[in-house]
């Protein structure tokens, strides 16, 4: 009997890590079990041909928020022309409404619940080898005949009994690698799933360093910690992250999902002794309304957030990734504007601006009446309005998002955009009136290069500023080439840019610092433009800025910027 375990990834340079720990535990049946991936870019067709051409007995998905309405479409296509095939399916996004599934998809023959390990060991059991009924499976719901059974709910593992997944790491060659130190979370949060299992298991820390092991002998690029909050114990976060970096290979980064405002000194201190880049934190804001905070039931002391977020920020060696969330309870537009100034205002190096998903299983699903909340019928579930915020403000704010996206989160735009902060009484005036832009303009239909964005704001900037500030075009444009140069050295200079060095003289001055022509450039500047972009003084000064990209900076990627001097 075959057996096909499939995942559709968000993108292709993620991995599934249920899958290969699915296999890794069923391990006494791996000559049966075999794995495909695709993601959600594939067209439904091409993952129907790659499975049927499979022709396995079983196929089981892993089945998230973002896959599920793809998984769907193919299975219903699947079963036309394997109608012997057992179809399964597994995963969050099908665990809590498992029932409901299997009533909706004709096609499907089985669901497992919750944490699959055990329960798809026991399924290979009961298909491949007999050894007992299905019945007997806890933690699974599946179709007999015309009725659904429902079998008892799967008791949790101890996360030591789970096996290391990555037995074949040249598999994962150029992919970010998954890793749970711990499963469950000590919150409540009302959107999110993980509140449901609050009994935190941790993997112990010495089985965990062994593991870890293994990626920094590989050099892998980035490993992804998926523990919901990695720091809810002290002990257990501190021990991995000294491990961390008594082991540094100078390339592997870490990412963790944290709780900011339960760190305490000895932790930030520690933090900030890292090597830059070595790790990277995401931290859930998700509002600073305090009658919204309370409402999600998220315990937080949003000033202790804030200071502690300043602190690792003061350090400059951590990337810092803050969430926001639109259409939470007795969030309006005004205050979804506040949360997001102020979260703006903690500098973060990523600010992720999210709108809420209301989660089959979780309490918001359950409380959503009571706030007017109205989303959609179909994965992903998102707000469409609230009892406070209208489906016309949704879309202004989702302007707002795809603007951060492109002006703050790409890194490309930092001196630009602090420059025109200053022309604006808030952060969420300036992106809001840059989103009103390009709708009016019909930009926001199409796709634009790099370059292109740079002379959107341009024109952005001479119709919306330099109307009010006109003798400020030569500045600003100084800055975008500043912006522009500190990402990439451009072989075709864009119509904003000034003057360029003549080769001799950049020659010389790359000489002078042992830069190579290849790897450096120089610019000239009429202004203090960093001066200008941080603190809003215009103030001509005549200064020779080299860019040196092989030494870039490890958090945000620019090149290292030198004031040359002159002897």
Same mark, same amino acid.
């Given at each position: 009997?075959?057996?096909?375990?499939?995942?559709?990834?968000?993108?292709?340079?993620?991995?599934?890590?249920?899958?290969?720990?699915?296999?890794?535990?069923?391990?006494?049946?791996?000559?049966?079990?075999?794995?495909? #991936?695709?993601?959600?870019?594939?067209?439904?067709?091409?993952?129907?041909?790659?499975?049927?051409?499979?022709?396995?007995?079983?196929?089981?998905?892993?089945?998230?928020?973002?896959?599920?309405?793809?998984?769907?479409?193919?299975?219903?296509?699947?079963?036309?022309?394997?109608?012997?095939? +057992?179809?399964?399916?597994?995963?969050?996004?099908?665990?809590?409404?498992?029932?409901?599934?299997? #009533?909706?998809?004709?096609?499907?023959?089985?669901?497992?619940?919750?944490?699959?390990?055990?329960?798809?060991?026991?399924?290979?059991?009961?298909?491949?080898? /007999?050894?007992?009924?299905?019945?007997?499976?806890?933690?699974?719901?599946?179709?007999?005949?015309?009725?659904?059974?429902? @079998?008892?709910?799967?008791?949790?593992?101890? *996360?030591?009994?789970?096996?290391?997944?990555?037995?074949?790491?040249?598999?994962?060659?150029?992919?970010?690698?998954?890793?749970?130190?711990?499963?469950?979370?000590?919150?409540?949060?009302?959107?999110?799933?993980?509140?449901?299992?609050?009994?935190?298991? *941790? $993997?112990?820390?010495?089985?965990?360093?062994?593991?870890?092991?293994?990626?920094?002998?590989?050099?892998?690029?980035?490993?992804?910690?998926?523990?919901?909050?990695?720091?809810?114990?002290?002990?257990?976060?501190?021990?991995?992250?000294?491990?961390?970096?008594?082991?540094?290979?100078?390339?592997?980064?870490?990412?963790?999902?944290?709780?900011?405002?339960?760190?305490?000194?000895?932790?930030?201190?520690?933090?900030?002794?890292?090597?830059?880049?070595?790790?990277?934190?995401?931290?859930?804001?998700?509002?600073?309304?305090?009658?919204?905070?309370?409402?999600?039931?998220?315990?937080?002391?949003? +000033?202790?957030?804030?200071?502690?977020?300043?602190?690792?920020?003061?350090?400059? /060696?951590? =990337?810092?990734?803050?969430?926001?969330?639109?259409?939470?309870?007795?969030?309006?537009?005004?205050?979804?504007?506040?949360?997001?100034?102020?979260?703006?205002?903690?500098?973060?190096?990523?600010?992720?601006?999210?709108?809420?998903?209301? *989660?089959?299983?979780?309490?918001?699903?359950?409380?959503?009446?009571? =706030?007017?909340?109205?989303?959609?019928?179909?994965?992903?579930?998102?707000?469409?309005? @609230?009892?406070?915020?209208?489906?016309?403000?949704?879309?202004?704010?989702?302007?707002?998002?795809?603007?951060?996206?492109?002006?703050?989160?790409?890194?490309?735009?930092?001196?630009?955009?602090?420059?025109?902060?200053?022309?604006?009484?808030?952060?969420?005036?300036?992106?809001?009136?840059?989103?009103?832009?390009?709708?009016?303009?019909?930009?926001?239909?199409?796709? =634009?290069?790099?370059?292109? $964005?740079?002379?959107?704001?341009?024109?952005?900037?001479?119709?919306?500023?330099?109307?009010?500030?006109?003798?400020?075009?030569?500045?600003?444009?100084?800055?975008? @080439?500043?912006?522009?140069?500190?990402?990439?050295?451009?072989?075709? $200079?864009?119509?904003?840019? =000034?003057?360029?060095?003549?080769?001799?003289?950049?020659?010389?001055?790359?000489?002078?610092?042992?830069?190579?022509?290849?790897?450096?450039?120089?610019?000239?500047? /009429?202004?203090?433009?960093?001066?200008?972009?941080?603190?809003?003084?215009?103030?001509?000064?005549?200064?020779?800025?080299?860019?040196?990209?092989?030494?870039?900076?490890?958090?945000?990627?620019?090149?290292?910027?030198?004031?040359?001097?002159?002897?």
């Amino acid at each position: 009997m075959k057996v096909l375990l499939v995942a559709v990834n968000a993108k292709y340079i993620h991995s599934n890590l249920a899958i290969y720990s699915l296999k890794e535990y069923a391990k006494t049946y791996e000559k049966n079990i075999h794995l495909a #991936e695709y993601t959600i870019n594939h067209r439904a067709e091409d993952i129907l041909k790659g499975i049927y051409k499979a022709q396995a007995d079983i196929v089981a998905f892993s089945c998230y928020i973002w896959n599920i309405e793809l998984i769907t479409e193919v299975v219903i296509e699947l079963k036309k022309v394997m109608p012997r095939v +057992k179809i399964w399916f597994g995963g969050p996004e099908v665990s809590y409404n498992a029932k409901e599934c299997l #009533e909706t998809i004709d096609e499907l023959d089985g669901i497992t619940i919750g944490e699959g390990e055990q329960t798809f060991l026991e399924l290979m059991e009961c298909f491949i080898d /007999n050894k007992r009924d299905i019945s007997t499976v806890n933690g699974i719901a599946y179709k007999s005949g015309n009725d659904i059974i429902l @079998t008892e709910e799967r008791k949790p593992l101890s *996360l030591d009994l789970v096996p290391f997944p990555y037995d074949d790491m040249e598999r994962f060659r150029n992919k970010i690698i998954y890793y749970e130190s711990s499963r469950g979370c000590p919150f409540s949060c009302s959107y999110c799933l993980s509140s449901i299992d609050k009994r935190v298991r *941790l $993997r112990s820390t010495e089985l965990v360093k062994k593991e870890l092991k293994v990626f920094l002998d590989y050099e892998v690029a980035q490993v992804k910690f998926v523990d919901r909050t990695f720091n809810c114990n002290k002990n257990h976060a501190l021990e991995i992250w000294k491990y961390i970096k008594e082991h540094d290979n100078g390339l592997t980064n870490f990412h963790f999902e944290i709780s900011a405002d339960i760190l305490d000194e000895e932790e930030i201190e520690f933090l900030n002794s890292l090597r830059p880049g070595q790790i990277q934190l995401e931290i859930g804001v998700q509002s600073t309304n305090p009658q919204t905070i309370e409402a999600i039931h998220r315990k937080m002391d949003l +000033k202790k957030l804030g200071d502690n977020v300043n602190k690792i920020r003061e350090g400059g /060696n951590i =990337h810092v990734h803050l969430d926001l969330i639109a259409g939470l309870p007795y969030e309006d537009y005004k205050t979804f504007i506040n949360s997001f100034n102020d979260v703006y205002s903690l500098k973060p190096d990523q600010l992720q601006l999210g709108f809420l998903k209301v *989660l089959k299983g979780s309490y918001m699903e359950e409380d959503s009446t009571n =706030h007017g909340i109205v989303y959609q019928d179909r994965a992903p579930y998102e707000v469409l309005k @609230t009892d406070l915020l209208g489906y016309d403000e949704i879309l202004k704010l989702k302007g707002l998002c795809d603007m951060v996206e492109v002006y703050y989160n790409s890194g490309q735009f930092n001196y630009s955009m602090e420059f025109l902060n200053h022309y604006y009484k808030t952060p969420g005036d300036l992106y809001l009136s840059v989103s009103k832009y390009y709708e009016v303009n019909e930009l926001d239909l199409i796709g =634009h290069s790099r370059i292109r $964005r740079y002379e959107i704001l341009l024109d952005f900037f001479k119709e919306n500023v330099l109307i009010k500030n006109k003798d400020l075009l030569d500045v600003f444009e100084e800055i975008l @080439t500043l912006d522009m140069f500190l990402r990439e050295k451009m072989k075709n $200079r864009p119509e904003f840019t =000034h003057e360029a060095v003549e080769y001799h003289k950049m020659r010389e001055v790359l000489d002078k610092y042992n830069i190579s022509r290849r790897d450096g450039h120089v610019e000239k500047f /009429n202004y203090d433009v960093i001066g200008a972009s941080l603190n809003g003084n215009i103030v001509k000064k005549e200064i020779l800025m080299v860019f040196d990209y092989s030494m870039r900076d490890p958090l945000n990627k620019g090149a290292k910027l030198i004031e040359v001097k002159e002897d």
